[in-house]
């Protein structure tokens, strides 16, 4: 028995390997959701119901949605081209620090020009922060893996550090958040009496735009061949390092603007605890979605089903909800192994 | 600056640093071993995340405190067999399975805390390991002297034995090691294993003797500094050893600063300082690094 790499993938086994994937992390959970002595079907059941089971939980999996279909891209777009972008938690903060900043009440524009100004700025903030790291990279040669990740903690510290000082609400009974941002920057509502707001529509417009902008143009021909291979790029006559920075700008954008998103859409404000680490679960659905930017969305639909459904299981029984933690992370190298299969295939002698 | 003087004679502050140096030399210690042998492993964080559990967890249920240090360490070691089987014979990607085996660990271990004890809103404790009775800052835990003295045995073995040979050269030519009849994905699989039993040991050093209980987010980006101090140490030990130590006086200084400075910066940016010295450090040894020469490269018998 050996593993022979397939010249192509058919479009078959591409679909067929995040399903196996997910249904061997589902298996390997179950096991872990036996061990707390917990019916297993029954607590699938229940997670299936929370995620979808009505109205109310459906635009709750949608809200949680929006930002996951955002990292997940910018996690799609950077692995790409080979930069390893595992900051995209410190750039969503960043994006949403930009957005409180401008949003409340320091730009004094119509709500059709607020809301985009203030989208991209968060935008841009996100794609600076990455562009630091993607430079040492080009410039120095310093890995961009410990960089970002690094980065993601001295964010968090700078976000604390602005909410207990400068951008700390006066009316907030000491809570170290930032005063709410102007009604006119608020992005409206997609369903009337539920969390779901036009962020969404907005990641997904971005997801097929970036799918029309890979496979159409020669900007994401450019990128796909990096990727593949610097050095040959680099002789077929492309700027590589500029190619890496412009990945690196739209990437931190990208979740930079997941960012803006959630302060302007969802909270509101913001505060420390505006990502349950949704940069690290957008790297999860970029995998799932093996960086197809029309494959994020729903790879980023499961794992917020998965979140959603997981918060109403724990409520019913005793299994705790890190369990949407466990699953996703077992998805995740699930889908390395599947996605390695659907390369290869296997061969007798 | 006088203050800095003072801090910098005073015992309290020397028994500091090498409390604060000790997971830092255990963690880049398991780093280095993984990557010496070719491995990268950005399990890291999750590993020590697994260990300080799994280590606490057991001393809670009543084993004694060596016996939660052993399970720590195995504990450590299958999460490393884990991220050695997907990386070494089917070479995936070592960087999304680092990050795929700590986001495993990680969960793995807050689901597992939260499962026994499901309503603890302070942290129960146990008994941790007291300091020896020694003398000024050679008062520490055994933890700290086991990890200085790991530093010489993983220096000894590596250069000096065997085995240390057959774990740098697949590091360095794997088809050459294969050529002198070596299993370069066993060796690999090994070092990984050992590593990351190391990386646990660092986690289960902060729940068994820096604190006496575990907390979420305890890690809090340890394990990526090691990463950082790997490459530092231009992946030796003895430069490991000096690295953590350098590493832990500045973050000795600018606990004790904040003190003294507090009122005039906030917080914050003393606790920045570690996370941004660690990139401040990768950035001026990444011109003359000499990189294990197959690091990250997975090695199949027979492609060039």
Redesign the interface.
Known sequence: MRLEPRNDTPLAVRLLAPVAAVVAALALCALLIAWTGAPVLRAYGLLIEGAVGSRFALTETLTRATPLILTGLAAAVAFRAKLWNIGAEGQLYMGALAAVVLGGGMLNLPSWLLIPAVMLAGMAAGGVTLLGPAVLKTRFGVDEVVTTLLLNFVVLLLVSMLLEGALKDPMGMGWPQSAPVDPAAELPKLVERTRLHAGLAVALGLAVLLWLIDTRTIWGYENRAVGANPRAAAFAGMPVSWIMLRTALLSGGLAGLAGASEVLGLKGYLTLDLSPGFGYSGIVVAMLAQLHPLGVVGAALFIAGIFVGADAMSRAMPVPNYIADVLVATSLLCMLVAGLLARYRLRRG | MTEILDILVSAAFWTAVLRIATPYVLGTLGELLCERAGVLN?GIEGIMTLGAMAGWMAVYQGADLWTGVLFAAFCGALLGL?HAV?TVP????Q???G???T??G???S??VY??VL?QASTPPTVTPFQPLDLPGALAQTPLTYLAFALVGLVAYVLYRTPVGLAVRMVGENPAAAEAQGLSVTGVRIGAVMAGSALMALAGAFLTLSAFNAFFFNMV??RG??C??LV?FASWRPGKALLGALLFAVFDALQLRLQQVAGGVL?Y??F??MP??L??LA??LV??R?SYPRALMVPYRKGER
Request: hydrophobic share 60%.
């Open positions: 950005l884990l997907l089917l070479g995936l990607s960087h999304v399975t990050i795929g085996v986001l495993l990680t969960s793995l807050y689901f939260r499962l499901p809090n980006g990526w500094i990463v950082a490459v906030p914050q940016v606790l920045m996370y941004l660690s990139i990768l950035v990444a011109r690094a």
